[in-house]
C-alpha cells in the first residue's frame, strides 16, 4: 500500500489551525509512512505555527469573507477563482489523496478545488458551522463534528481533535515545574488569562485593573495579553506575581501552572479547557453568530464553567466573582470534577481514521 498524502485546510486563526495539526500528528501515529501537507496564506498564524509542527506549508491566495453586501462581496467570484486555482496546482503537485478542511477562508477553495478530484473530509467545531463547511459538508465524503446537534448534512460526531500534550496532561504533576517556568508562586492559587491568539482588549484591561484585587486575596495571574497589546500592572506590595506575557508558546505549561481561567470561549479552548479539567470564567465574543455563547453552555450546564458578557466584564466585575471564586478551592475542586465528563479525549484518533478510510479504502 501507497504511503497516502493528506492535505490539511485549517489556516487563520489557532481555532482552525490547532485541531488540523492534532489530526496531523494523529495521522502520522496511525500510518508512519504518511505525508501530511498544510494549506495556508501568508497573512495566518500558519506561517509560524505549522513549520514549529514540523509540517510542510503550502502558501495560496486568501479568500476573506465579507460580512456585509458591498463592493467586497462583488469581487469575491474572481477571488475565488484565483484561489482555487493555486490550491488545485498545490493538489496536483503533491499527490493529494484525501483534503481535510477545517473552516476558515483556507478551506473554502479547498473544498472547491478538491470536488470530484479528491476525496473531503470536512471537521466542523462549532455547533453553528460557518459558510466554507456548510458548501464543504456537501461536496464530502465524510463529516465530522465536535458537538452534537450540528446541522450538517451526514455529520458524524467524534469531538474536537487536540494535541496529546493537552489530552495526556498531568496538570498536578507538572504544577512546580510550570510554575517555575513562568516565574510564578509556587503556592498562591493562580489565575490563567487567555484572549486568544490576537488578546483581546476587554480581557487585559478587566483582569489587569483588578491586580490589587487578585493580589490582595492573595491570588497569582499568568496573563497572556496578545502580541500586539501591551499590559501595565499595578500589582499590590507583598502580592504574588502577576506574569504577563504577549503569547504563550506552551499551553500545556500554562494550564497546569494555572488553578482557574479566564477565557474566550472559541470551540478549541473550550475543549482544551475542559479536557484538561480547568476551571472557567468564559467572555464569548459579543459579535458574529454568538457562536462562542453556545460553545460554553455544555460546561456551564455541567457546573465546569461560568459565563459573562463582555459589556459586563470590568474590574469591578473580576473583583466580585472571580476573585473569591479562584480563592474558593473547594468550589475549584468541585468545578474541576465536573469537566472531566465532558468531551472527546480521542477524537484525534478518531477523526485520523475517518480520513485514512476516506482515502485509502
Known sequence: MTAPTVVVAGGGTAGHIEPALALADAVRRLRPEARVVALGTERGLETTLVPDRGYPLELIPPVPMPRKLGAELLRMPAKVRRSVRATREVLNRVGADVVVGFGGYVALPAYLAARGRVPIVVHEA????????????????????????????????????????????????????????????????????????????????????????????????L??????????????????????????????????????????????????????????????????????????RPAVRAGAAITVDDAELGPDWVAEHVVPMVADAGRLGTMSDAAAGLGHRSADRALATMVLEACCA
Do not use: W
Open 223 to 296: 496573563h497572556a495579553h496578545g502580541p500586539k497589546n501591551t499590559l501595565t500592572v499595578s500589582a499590590a506590595p507583598g502580592a504574588p506575581a502577576y506574569v504577563t506575557v504577549p503569547y504563550l508558546e506552551r499551553m500545556d505549561l500554562a494550564y497546569a501552572a494555572a488553578d482557574a481561567v479566564l477565557c474566550r470561549s472559541g470551540a478549541m479552548t473550550v475543549a482544551e479547557v475542559s479536557a484538561v479539567g480547568l476551571p472557567a470564567i468564559f467572555v464569548p465574543l459579543p459579535h458574529g453568530n454568538r457562536e462562542q455563547e453556545v460553545n460554553a
Open 126 to 221: 462549532n455547533q453553528r458551522p460557518g459558510l466554507a463547511n456548510r458548501v464543504g459538508a456537501r461536496l464530502a465524503e465524510r463529516v465530522a463534528v465536535a458537538v452534537p446537534g450540528t446541522p450538517l448534512r451526514g455529520a458524524e460526531l467524534v469531538g474536537m481533535p487536540l494535541r496529546e500534550s493537552i489530552t495526556g496532561l498531568d496538570r498536578v504533576g507538572l504544577r512546580a515545574q510550570a510554575r517555575e517556568h513562568f516565574g510564578l508562586d509556587q503556592d498562591a492559587p493562580t489565575l490563567l488569562v487567555v484572549g486568544g491568539s490576537q488578546g483581546a482588549r476587554s480581557l487585559n484591561e478587566a483582569v489587569s485593573g483588578a491586580a490589587t484585587a487578585l493580589g490582595e486575596a492573595g491570588i497569582g495571574v
